[in-house]
Nanobody, 121 residues
């Protein structure tokens, strides 16, 4: 089972990026899929999540209104559209999957390798 995250890069403050996370090896038809991030010297934190069998979405307060999570069931892929990026959004972004939604990284069973997002001021 693999989760492959991509789409990170360097962007100026106010810019946009779209992250993708493709799953292979199994389908996550009943799993919640989410994004976490970890900045240097900080703990991994929840960013956003989406239910796989429903359309419920969840966001951290820090990104609400700027980020949007979506999914493509046919491609077994989730996306994170990040707009109005700020320097404090700089982090390695990880995608994850778990049988049930939770805000806590320790609860997630499957993880991707991470993609670096750097926002310059």
């Amino acid at each position: 089972v693999q989760l492959q995250a991509s789409g990170g890069g360097l962007v100026q403050a106010g810019g946009s990026l779209r992250l993708s996370c493709a799953a292979s090896g199994r389908t996550f038809s009943s799993y919640a899929r989410g994004w976490f991030r970890q900045a240097p010297g900080k703990e991994r934190e929840f960013v956003a999540a989406i239910g796989w069998s429903d359309t419920n979405t969840y966001y951290a307060n820090a990104v609400k209104g700027r980020f949007a999570i979506s999914k493509d069931n046919a491609k077994n892929t989730i996306y994170l559209q990040m707009n109005s990026l700020k320097p404090e959004d700089t982090a390695v972004y990880y995608c994850a999957a778990n049988p049930r939604f939770t805000y806590y990284a320790d609860d997630y069973y499957y993880w991707g390798q991470g993609t670096l997002v750097t926002v310059s001021s």
